[in-house]
């Protein structure tokens, strides 16, 4: 077989069934893929020998007879997952150098699960950030170009690393996360499929922090189909996690009958925003109607509170994240700065931090730091809570009314060229996530999958948001939206 | 509500990161733009409604109350940057 780092995990989990191929050759051709593309800077920690261990070790099991559905099948992680023995950093500079001492449990499940882990993927800062802009390591590179035009473009964030190398054909799938869409917007960003389970369907252990009550792991991948496949794997109840749920974990591929005749899909006219691309808007409405044809019933709806979602956020996220990297102190790992005669500890702390920080990170902890201090604590920190449960409860009104999944657009825009936002406030890039970020205040599910490109070539996806718990469900209604949108686009190898 | 250069100096002096005295009016007028955002709140209705506290309706779990880890102390201390005698190193805290 040629080019098998171009499959998906269920093709190449057949094939390796089959006896068609072995994980030795699928590993080996990820590998090479991965060596040509250093311009794509995805891959920042290669492990080609623990890869090609793992892969010897999962043909043996695949000899036996025995193997789960992820045995054999290479894929990146990214970075903020904590890896055994390998660079874990965050995509930070405050974590240069440290190697964790133990395995992230949902890195842990995909291994015993077979998977080959490749090695570690490109993101932004301690995932802050919407276009893998703010990584220590440089940006990660999409292989998607307008036309013929060779300005390089964002792959999306802060899981940038994951799109642009599940996209290229580096490995067949890749882990992500998202606090407030950054799996569904480079997933958008690069016509591939990204789905953000329920809250607590996956452990965050071993998972570096940033805002606790936002994050959720999930699979980046080539296919509706393989992502049921992976998040089965990554999913389940670890009691290292307290969030995380004890709740029977289904065999979502096995619900993907495409069948979604009946379904209630609503359209919620909040999102509907002024000055969005026409483009956008009319994926949106070619995705409803593909909808209704294959047999679902479109719904009118309203969420309105959607305006208040991202100025929430934008609150709750940085104070949690100003909690969560407290820890990053100079003392118990990563970097210290080089200090002076005469510094005590709080110079430590305090150049440490700032020279360990990118300054987006910077800027996040410091607003985290203010809403959450004496005299703002209400005014700030607890007002957006309240309005927090504004935005959950109209989903749950929506949601009780009958409405089985919501149908959005995944981004107000196409990917943009790298640099192109630099002189743009913080708060425009902020706006790249505002069909995603309520999904996590909310703790839905949500997936995005390619539907169509633009006038350029540019892949464009939409965004179904499902009840919580039902991914299966959810999954299902993707895969029959895959099915009539018929998204086959790749990039043109130009790396 | 508007942050000037006092402010943000306390602020970064609270989460403890250097910002030295030249950034500190580009560090203002950034955490301005954002707080002019983050006011919008204020036009939302939230009389008798309950801050989030957990996203999902389920009671944390406990577990026993017993040691299940431990006893490994060069592996906590393998990524420090200054570890000596099986302790972490910090500068002088008191004068």
């Known amino acids: 077989m040629s080019d098998l780092n171009k499959l998906g995990l269920a093709e190449a989990r057949d094939a390796l069934r089959k006896g068609d191929t072995t994980s030795v050759e699928l590993t080996e051709a990820c590998l090479s893929a991965i060596d040509k593309a250093d311009v794509l800077n995805a891959f920042v920690h290669k492990t080609p020998e623990i890869a090609l261990e793992r892969a010897a070790a999962a043909d043996a099991r695949l000899k036996q007879g025995d193997a789960p559905a992820m045995c054999g099948l290479p894929i990146g992680i990214k970075d903020l997952f904590c890896t055994k023995g390998v660079a874990s950093q965050a995509a930070s500079k405050i974590l240069e150098g440290f190697v964790p001492e133990y395995e992230s449990t949902v890195s842990q499940q995909l291994a015993d699960n077979g998977a080959v882990m490749l090695g570690k993927l490109n993101m932004d800062e301690f995932a802050m950030g919407s276009s893998n802009e703010t990584s220590t390591y440089g940006n990660a590179v999409s292989p998607w170009r307008r036309g013929n035009d060779d300005a390089a473009l964002t792959p999306g964030g802060s899981s940038g690393g994951s ?4 996209a290229a054909d580096l490995c067949l799938a890749a882990t992500g996360t998202d606090t407030g869409g950054s ?11 990204g789905i953000k389970p329920t809250y607590g369907r996956c452990s965050r252990w071993g998972v570096v922090a940033f805002a606790s009550s936002l994050d959720q792991a999930g699979p980046m991948t080539k296919s509706v189909r393989d992502a049921a496949i992976m998040l089965e794997a990554m999913s389940g109840h670890d009691p290292k996690d307290s969030t995380s749920a004890d709740l029977a974990v289904p ?11 009946g379904k209630k899909i609503g359209i919620p006219k909040e999102y509907h925003m002024e000055g969005m691309p026409a483009e956008i808007e009319k994926l949106w409405s070619e ?4 909808l209704k044809a294959a047999g679902a019933q479109i719904v009118d ?5 959607t305006k208040y979602a991202l100025p929430a956020y934008y609150v709750i996220a940085p104070a949690e994240a100003s909690s969560n990297l407290a820890r990053y102190d100079g003392v118990r790992y990563g970097n210290r700065a080089t200090l002076e005669a005469g510094d005590g500890i709080t110079e430590m702390y305090e150049k440490t931090r700032a020279q360990g920080f990118g300054d987006e990170v910077k800027r996040r902890v410091m607003v985290g730091t203010y809403v959450l201090s004496a005299g703002f604590y209400d005014a700030y920190y607890n007002r957006a809570r309240r309005v927090r449960s504004l935005i959950k409860q109209d989903f749950e009104n929506v949601f009780a009314a009958g409405i089985d999944a919501i149908l959005t657009p995944a981004t107000p825009s196409a990917a943009f060229g790298l640099g192109e936002m630099s002189d743009a406030d913080p708060v425009a890039m902020y706006l790249l996530d505002v069909f995603t970020v309520t999904v996590n205040l ?4 949500g997936i995005a999958l390619p539907a169509g490109v633009d006038s350029q070539g540019l892949p464009l996806g939409l965004q179904l948001i499902g009840r919580p718990w039902e991914e299966g469900d959810l999954l299902n209604t993707a895969y ?14 130009w790396w | 509500m508007s942050i000037d250069q006092n402010t943000a100096s306390k602020v970064a002096k609270l989460a403890r990161i ?7 009016p580009g560090l203002a007028a950034e955490f301005n733009t954002i707080l002019d955002f983050i006011e919008q709140l204020n036009e939302v209705d939230v009389e008798g409604v309950d801050p989030m506290t957990s996203v999902t309706p389920q009671r944390l779990k406990r577990r026993d109350d017993v040691v299940t880890d431990g006893n490994q102390a060069d592996k906590v201390l393998s990524n420090a940057p200054d570890a000596r005698e099986g302790f972490f190193a910090v500068p002088k805290v008191m004068e």
């Open chain 1, 163 to 166: 799109a642009a190398a599940v």
């Open chain 1, 183 to 193: 799996i569904r917007q480079p997933a958008a960003f690069t016509g591939t499929v």
């Open chain 1, 251 to 261: 065999n979502f591929e096995a619900m993907l009958t495409g069948d979604i005749r």
């Open chain 1, 287 to 290: 995705g409803t109607a593909m």
């Open chain 1, 301 to 305: 709806i309203s969420l309105p509170h």
């Open chain 1, 442 to 445: 909310a703790g839905l599910p």
């Open chain 1, 480 to 493: 029959a939206l895959e099915q009539s949108t018929g998204f086959v686009a790749k990039p043109g190898k």
């Open chain 2, 18 to 24: 250097k910002v030295e005295d030249e950034a500190l």
